[in-house]
């Protein structure tokens, strides 16, 4: 069982948006803002999508968001498109002596 | 262009050992913490280890601690998992994974690791 609870599976049409939530405890995600999300494409290099909660590295479109409320993150699309189609894992800190956590991963079907 | 290729893994029996090896490039090598983070089949993400860049600090997670050992030759821009005694449930897919501030922002494609008699 992963330290960080997401729905298994999530899906949406072409254009619309869809959430997925990330839940951990007031020692991870709650505790801090360096929440991170990461998309699984298969036989490709797993990339980072949101950091810091919020942030997007350059170059991930800004259809990507990320917000938290209290010990629950979430990783917005908006805008579906087929190429978003793949497994979406969040990651938390979660001090020294635990470091990271990461949940049992989304996988979003686009319809 | 940062790149991060695992090598290593293969077939092993419970009890065994194995080292993969990650070959970095495209960025300062010795400014960096360095990760392995694995994934079980049908299962989720698990950080498993992590070395500062100039290797004075290692981090374990508690089911590896004093089975793994990770280390780093700077010479080389490598990072290494030793890993011994390995156990049918540490059967995985292994990622070496670069830090950027607080998060993973660089992974590599993973080095299988199968665990079984």
């Known amino acids: 069982q992963s330290a960080l609870t997401q729905p298994r599976s999530v899906s949406a049409s072409p254009g619309q948006s869809v959430t997925m939530s990330c839940t951990g405890t007031s020692s991870d995600v709650g505790a801090y803002n360096y929440v991170s999300w990461y998309q699984f494409h298969p036989g490709k290099a797993p990339k980072l999508i949101v950091y810091d909660v919020t942030k997007r590295p350059s170059g991930v479109p800004d259809r990507f968001s990320g917000s938290k409320s209290g010990n629950t993150a979430s990783l917005t699309i908006s805008g579906l498109q087929a190429e978003d189609e793949a497994d979406y894992y969040c990651c938390s800190y979660a001090g020294r002596n635990i470091h990271w956590v990461f949940g049992g991963g989304t996988k979003l079907t686009v319809l | 262009e940062v790149q991060l290729v695992e090598s290593g893994g293969g077939l092993v029996q419970p009890g065994g050992s194995l080292r993969l090896s990650c070959a970095a490039s495209?960025?300062?090598?010795?400014?960096?913490?360095m990760n392995w983070v694995r994934q079980a089949p049908g299962k989720g993400l698990e950080w498993v280890a992590g070395?500062?860049?100039?290797?004075?600090?290692?981090y374990y997670v508690d089911s590896v601690e004093g089975r793994f050992t990770i280390s780093t030759d700077n010479a080389k821009n490598s990072v290494y998992l030793q890993m011994n005694s390995l156990r049918v449930e540490e059967t995985a897919v292994y990622y070496c994974?670069?830090?950027?501030?607080?998060?993973?922002?660089?992974w590599g494609q993973g080095a299988l690791v199968t665990v079984a008699s």
């Open positions: 495209g960025f300062s090598f010795g400014s960096s913490w």
């Open positions: 070395i500062k860049p100039d290797g004075g600090e290692k």
């Open positions: 994974v670069k830090d950027g501030g607080w998060c993973h922002d660089y």
